[in-house]
């Protein structure tokens, strides 16, 4: 009664069940307090299985907004299979307007595979990577910059080891419309839902649609865009349901896969970016300046590419210590379809 995770689905159930994980975790407040972690099932017959998180940190919104948007619109009449939501993954994140959960500190991001008895993330996580992910042919986590950071919106994958897989994978991040899509290569052992999902044996698809911690009509057309796109490609869905057709075109394939491809902060001070998220670069362009704004009379240091490719994001908040990610830039692979 204590530890576990609890809830009531019904997975071989058709129509639309709101419902609530329950993850008991005894608070100053309230000796028998459950995180209450919402979850919509939504099932017609036999079909594509298709998971939606959003939340996995809880300071990106839109992926949180068009999920919750998708459960009040999604009819299981008109539809075909079965779609499980979870609009905010890691909800005392989400309830905090924070990355990381207030409640242990986790980031359920680099909590898989998590730990059944462990800390109300590390539960979170175990749940998704041996429960729920196995009973899904694809997850969809939607992510954003969060508070910290602007980046450019793209879709993403793990890179597979078996070629149909991989395969599959492209063609399903092609689908979802946007501008690009990168391959990371973080490998098989990943604490990120996209190394879950590999390692449960389906197909992972990320996201990021803005940053900043808030949203705009453009990013939350671009995040409901993606997720109509990909229910339809999927065929569990005839029509879209957040918003226009999504818009074919091609996608500019990037990579992530090396620590040179991002410029960090070695010292105190505060980052003046020099380029656009979204600009193309080559090594040695400008990437921004170190100010030290204790020390007037020192110039501000310059930063510089070590690798050419396209700008994915960098840093928001201007101050920084030792350690933050000031900026990336992703590896062109192709230039479109």
Not at 259 to 264: D, L, P, V
Request: a negative charge.
């Amino acid at each position: 009664m204590h530890t576990g995770l609890f809830h009531t689905i019904d997975f071989a159930a058709d129509g639309k069940v709101l419902d609530h994980l329950g993850i008991p975790f005894s608070v100053d407040r309230s000796p028998y307090f459950h995180v209450k972690v919402p979850v919509a099932r939504i099932r017609n017959g036999d079909g594509p299985s298709v998971l939606l998180l959003a939340g996995n940190h809880g300071d990106e919104y839109e992926g949180e907004f068009a999920l919750a948007r998708l459960i009040r619109r999604l009819d299981p009449a008109r539809m075909r299979g079965a779609v499980t939501i979870l609009p905010m993954a890691n909800a005392p994140a989400v309830r905090a307007s924070k990355r990381c959960s207030p409640l242990d500190g986790g980031n359920l991001n680099r909590a898989f595979p998590g730990d059944p008895d462990g800390t109300p993330t590390q539960r979170i996580a175990d749940f998704l990577e041996h429960e729920l992910f196995p009973r899904h042919d694809l997850v969809f986590d939607l992510h954003s910059g969060g508070t910290s950071m602007a980046h450019l919106p793209c879709a993403l994958i793990e890179r597979h080891a078996e070629p149909a897989r991989q395969e599959r994978a492209v063609a399903l991040m092609r689908a979802l419309g946007l501008p690009y899509g990168f391959i990371a290569d973080n490998g098989p052992a990943a604490p990120t839902s996209m190394g879950a999902a590999a390692r449960a044996g389906i197909i992972g698809l990320s996201g990021e649609f803005g940053g900043g911690g808030t949203v705009t009509p453009a990013t939350m057309r671009g995040a409901s865009a993606a997720i109509d796109a990909l229910l339809l490609a999927l065929g569990v869905i005839d029509a879209p349901l957040l918003g226009p057709a999504p818009a074919a075109g091609a996608m500019r394939l990037l990579s992530l896969a090396r620590h040179s491809q991002a410029i960090y902060a070695t010292a105190p001070g505060w980052f003046e970016p020099a380029v656009e998220v979204g600009a193309e670069v080559a090594v040695g362009d400008l990437a921004g300046w170190v100010h030290d704004l204790d020390r007037l009379e020192v110039a501000e240091a310059p930063l510089r590419f070590a690798e050419a490719g396209v700008v994915i994001s960098h840093r928001l908040h201007s101050r920084c210590e030792p350690g933050d990610c000031l900026i990336q830039v992703a590896e062109m692979l192709d230039a479109g379809r």
